[in-house]
């Protein structure tokens, strides 16, 4: 085992994830964890770790034995290192993520037990969709809105109508699908809506293109009191609609599964209606300790 620094950063960065390798690279000592195992001269695994803001928890961010050095007790043994490190940086509470994948995971799982670390729950899925395929689904045109709703294109609210929604004692939505976060993305303004009720704003969905043939679905609210009407599939299959007519062929959504975030009726609907459509599915995992 060895620390990952300046001298030999260049031979086990591959080792993980693209967006975590400025991070390798640029490692502050009080904050990341980076330790690496190699086999007779060759590098043979990485674990990439680091302190979360509060410094209460540490988080794994990458966890990689080489195909060739697998099985051998490399990956329960780079895990074992992170936690101590993390540990005498006081943090109290560690935890792992991992993206689903059939060649590696049973053996994560394993190594995960076998240290003590938690079951891994199921944390979100994201699936890529074929729009045009789900298009030709008789659900996205049955919806009709009673005459006391509509549906405004996001550009054509009322600037009066976003002020009230603002105001402290309005505000009847969680922060995290707040529509008014700073995203580097903008709102597709075609492709996103807001939903009125008696000319008053009560649910939203915000799209934002990712690429030129993928759409994201970043967010789908409807006022909790309103939530077993039926409206936010309303609003979707508008948003679905809008999206044929720009011919963009492929959407993203992401479903929360841990239990702080879970809407039970999104994934049985996403599950039923939106998941037979999937072209690509991933699989995001938890494990804590």
Request: aromatic share 12%.
């Amino acid at each position: 085992m060895q620390n990952v620094d300046q001298s030999n950063v260049n031979l086990y960065e591959k080792f993980t994830f693209p967006r975590f390798r400025d991070l390798l690279r640029e490692q502050n000592g009080a904050s990341t964890v980076a330790g690496a195992v190699s086999c007779f001269g060759e590098p043979a695994g990485l674990v990439l770790a680091g302190v979360m803001e509060g410094g209460q928890t540490g988080k794994i961010h990458s966890l990689f034995v080489t195909p060739r050095f697998r099985g051998l007790g490399y990956g329960g043994e780079l895990l074992g290192y992170a936690g101590e490190r993390l540990r005498e940086r006081g943090c109290a509470r560690l935890e792992l993520s991992f993206i689903e994948d059939h060649s590696w995971s049973p053996a994560m799982k394993k190594i995960l037990g076998r240290c003590g670390w938690s079951e891994p729950q199921l944390d979100r899925e994201i699936n890529k969709i074929d729009v045009f395929a789900l298009a030709k689904e008789g659900w996205l045109r049955k919806y009709h809105l009673p005459p006391d709703y509509a549906i405004v294109p996001w550009p054509a609210i009322a600037p009066a109508k976003l002020e009230a929604l603002k105001a402290p004692e309005n505000k009847w939505y969680p922060g995290f699908v707040s529509p008014f976060k700073e995203q580097p993305l903008s709102p597709h303004s075609s492709i996103s809506f807001w939903l009125c009720r008696r000319e008053e704003i009560v649910g939203w969905v915000i799209t934002r293109l990712t690429a030129s043939d993928t759409l994201y679905y970043d967010i789908l609210f409807v006022r909790e009191d309103l939530q077993s009407t039926g409206r936010g599939v309303q609003l979707l299959a508008e948003a679905l609609k809008a999206q044929v007519r720009e011919r963009i062929p492929f959407g993203t959504h992401m479903v929360l599964h841990s239990d702080n975030y879970a809407n039970p009726p999104l994934i049985r609907f996403t599950q039923r209606r939106l998941k037979p459509f999937a072209v690509q599915t991933e699989r995001h995992w938890n494990s804590y300790k």
